[in-house]
């Protein structure tokens, strides 16, 4: 059974930094592209940033410089470090699983990525 478990989410203020963290387990090697999407109240997903199986990363262009994804094999857990966080970044967010076979990155995730887990939810106000 596949299981997906996001922690890390809470409130922040503008320019405030948080550590997303998914402990991932169950997988097969046919998904071998990962990462996180996120979806804001009246709006679409969006793929916020994938790593394949060689620690390829891809990142939204409005998250590029400032979030950085990573995993550790060992621990079967994806990480989101998010620094400089704008309102704009306010969304519920996965992570995500797709096959990587004509590619991994963050918009195919944002497409086809399937999600396993409850989200964590990230609010930026003041």
């Known amino acids: 059974e596949v299981q997906l478990v996001e922690s890390g989410g809470g409130l922040v203020q503008p320019g405030g930094s948080l550590r997303l963290s998914c402990a991932a387990s169950g997988f097969t090697g046919r998904d071998d592209c990962m990462g996180w999407i996120r979806q804001a109240p009246g709006k679409g997903r969006e793929g916020v940033a994938s790593?394949?199986?060689?620690?390829?990363?891809d990142y939204g262009y409005f998250v590029r410089g400032r979030f950085i994804i990573s995993r550790d094999n060992n621990k079967n857990t994806l990480y989101l470090q998010m620094d400089s966080l704008k309102p704009e970044d306010s969304a519920m967010y996965y992570c995500?699983?797709?096959?990587?076979?004509?590619?991994?990155?963050?918009?195919?995730?944002?497409?086809?990525?399937?999600?396993w887990g409850q989200g964590t939810q990230i609010t930026v106000s003041s």
């Open positions: 995500a699983t797709t096959a990587g076979t004509f590619g991994c990155s963050s918009g195919r995730l944002g497409i086809y990525g399937r999600t």
């Open positions: 790593i394949d199986r060689n620690s390829k990363t």
